[in-house]
């Protein structure tokens, strides 16, 4: 089925906001791990929301941007939720 433009974007917004909360409710998982995994992390999609803001013409800041992904100031959440580098670098086990 092909959908109409409105639509597409309405669906895309839609899957963007559920990916935003589903990100907060997982704030154990550090943005490195995501770049890891995925290739992108919290700052990235963030990035992105403030670049679409631009082409927009829209007042976004970068801080505002994070807030927006983050659910808080970015300095807010890496004080509660970010863990030191030594912290999320897996050793093997023997």
């Known amino acids: 089925m092909?959908?109409?433009?409105?639509?597409?974007t309405e669906l895309e917004a839609a899957a963007f906001r559920r990916?935003?909360?589903h990100l907060r409710g997982r704030e154990d998982v550090q943005n490195i791990d995501l770049?890891?995994?995925?290739?992108?992390?919290r700052n990235c999609l963030s990035n992105w929301l403030e670049d679409?803001?631009?082409?927009?013409?829209?007042?976004?800041t970068k801080d505002d941007a994070r807030q927006h992904v983050y659910g808080m100031p970015y300095d807010e959440w890496k004080a509660k939720h970010q863990s030191s580098p030594t912290q999320?670098?897996?050793?093997p086990s023997h």
């Open 19 to 21: 990916l935003i909360t």
């Open 52 to 60: 679409a803001a631009k082409e927009q013409g829209a007042a976004l």
């Open 35 to 41: 770049m890891n995994l995925a290739g992108f992390c």
């Open 88 to 91: 999320t670098i897996k050793t």
């Open 2 to 8: 092909a959908l109409d433009d409105k639509t597409k």
